[in-house]
């Protein structure tokens, strides 16, 4: 539904940079990040004075999801640039460099994010625990964890 409503408004503008960021983000979170990241790229070529640090992250995000790991790392940088106190900054540029083979940035990240955050765990990507997630958030979780717990971040 909410792809549908992002759709309906984007046909009223097509070119506005914020119906494009709404139709991202409801792609993301409906598991579609390949069409996620086309939007994305539209939105910071319609608007490339200053990219907010959440459309970072979900690029990152998205490209992590795709297996784009580098890519990953580098527009994850740019998201923690924007705001270096984001703990789930960490937690994606530290699974991203493990599944890379960079253990010790990987470590580095693992670090900074439990010395902002020493109780971090997974339950910060949903809000729910394991226990409770969604099919969605199950999905994303079970194509996560591999790299999370490569990364040795806290379960």
């Known amino acids: 539904a909410a792809v549908r ?3 309906d408004a984007l046909t009223r503008s097509p070119k506005d940079p914020k119906r494009l960021w709404h139709l991202s983000k409801a792609r ?15 939105v910071i070529k319609l ?3 200053d990219p907010a640090a959440d ?3 979900n690029m990152s995000y998205c490209l992590f999801m795709t297996g784009e790991n580098k890519a990953a790392v580098d527009w994850m940088l740019k ?6 106190h984001w703990s ?5 540029l530290a699974m991203a460099y493990a599944k890379l083979g ?5 470590r580095a990240a693992r670090d900074a994010l ?8 997974p339950s910060r990507w949903n809000g729910t625990t394991l226990e409770q997630m969604n099919s969605f958030d199950r999905e994303m979780w079970d194509t996560v964890r591999p790299a999370w717990r490569l990364a040795n971040l806290p379960e």
């Open 88 to 92: 789930e900054t960490h937690a994606l």
């Open 47 to 49: 608007d490339p004075r």
């Open 102 to 106: 960079d253990m010790d940035r990987s």
């Open 5 to 7: 409503i992002a759709e």
């Open 28 to 42: 993301l979170w409906a598991g579609q990040c390949e069409r996620a990241i086309e939007l994305m790229t539209q």
């Open 55 to 57: 459309l970072l992250f």
């Open 114 to 121: 439990l010395r902002a955050e020493p109780a971090y765990n």
């Open 79 to 84: 998201a923690k640039d924007k705001n270096p």
